[in-house]
């Protein structure tokens, strides 16, 4: 297999992606809900049309899962991972922090990740064993030591009322445990902020595979240590993740750990 052929293919779907997300911003027409806080916009739908259309063009018998389209062509060990616009809500109210993000894995292991930010024009990319890329220069994740000195970030799922008793909980055990915390609204650039070592730690629950496959090879190349709320082995098919420079993953952990005394039990990933 020729992972930089992929590698090159992604990036060039990326790239074109990126144009038509930055060609709809701020001139949206037709936003509409998948859920009660889940935006959808034509922006996300073109920009997964056009990222299928450059992949298929080189690799016609490679599946998909998207987020817009689902999974297709579940008979090939070849998936691609899509996000056509990780931030959907940001990107509606012009809000500069989204991306798109496209992973290439092979039975169902991640071996190429890319991250686009059409705004910012930062490109975060990794293939498997080869380290992680901003725009062409290596990156690594920070040596803060103390999870005192570090600066977290974390995002609330669309089902946060349903779970907002642990959800808070959380919260408030890293605040208070952190020098601050974040929230930025896409997944995919938390974790490429991790693995550039902007930010210390991340977690988040309930996400899904196409939130997280590109970010987390490209931090996991970067040096990251990941894992689910369990401290266990993270895969993007789980629903809990914990992505940090490795020093305070475990200060980290014992902040989202919720024992019988705090009236939930943390769900499993």
Not at 162 to 187: N, S, Y
Request: with cysteine; charged share 15%; proline share 4%.
């Amino acid at each position: 297999m020729n992972l930089l052929k992929i590698y090159q293919a992604g990036i060039a779907a990326a790239y074109q992606a990126g144009q038509i997300l930055y060609h709809y911003y701020g001139k949206l027409e037709n936003i509409q809900k998948k859920g009660v806080i889940d935006l959808v916009t034509e922006a996300d739908i073109a920009s997964e049309k056009i990222i299928k259309r450059v992949i298929q063009s080189q690799f016609p018998d490679h599946g998909f899962v998207a987020e817009e389209s689902g999974i297709t062509q579940t008979n090939t060990p070849y998936q691609w991972i899509i996000d056509p616009l990780d931030g959907t809500t940001n990107y509606a109210h012009q809000i500069p922090v989204f991306a798109v993000s496209i992973a290439f894995a092979q039975e169902k292991q991640p071996l190429v990740g890319i991250v686009f930010n059409p705004i910012s024009q930062e490109l975060f990319t990794a293939i498997k064993g080869r380290g992680a890329f901003l725009n062409g220069k290596e990156i690594e994740t920070s040596q803060t030591q103390y999870i005192s000195d570090s600066v977290l970030v974390t995002g609330f799922p669309y089902n946060l009322k349903d779970i907002i008793e642990p959800l808070m909980i959380r919260f408030t055990k890293c605040l208070q445990t952190a020098q601050a915390v974040r929230r930025l609204g896409a997944a995919s650039v938390d974790l490429c902020y991790v693995a550039s070592g902007r930010f210390e730690g991340f977690w988040e629950q309930n996400l899904k595979p196409w939130d997280t496959a590109a970010g987390m090879l490209i931090a996991h190349e970067a040096g990251a240590y990941i894992t689910d709320f369990s401290n266990q082995p993270y895969h993007y098919e789980m629903s809990e993740i914990v992505a940090t420079n490795g020093h305070i993953h475990q200060d980290l952990i014992h902040c989202l750990e919720i024992n019988q005394t705090g009236g939930v039990i943390h769900e499993k990933g």
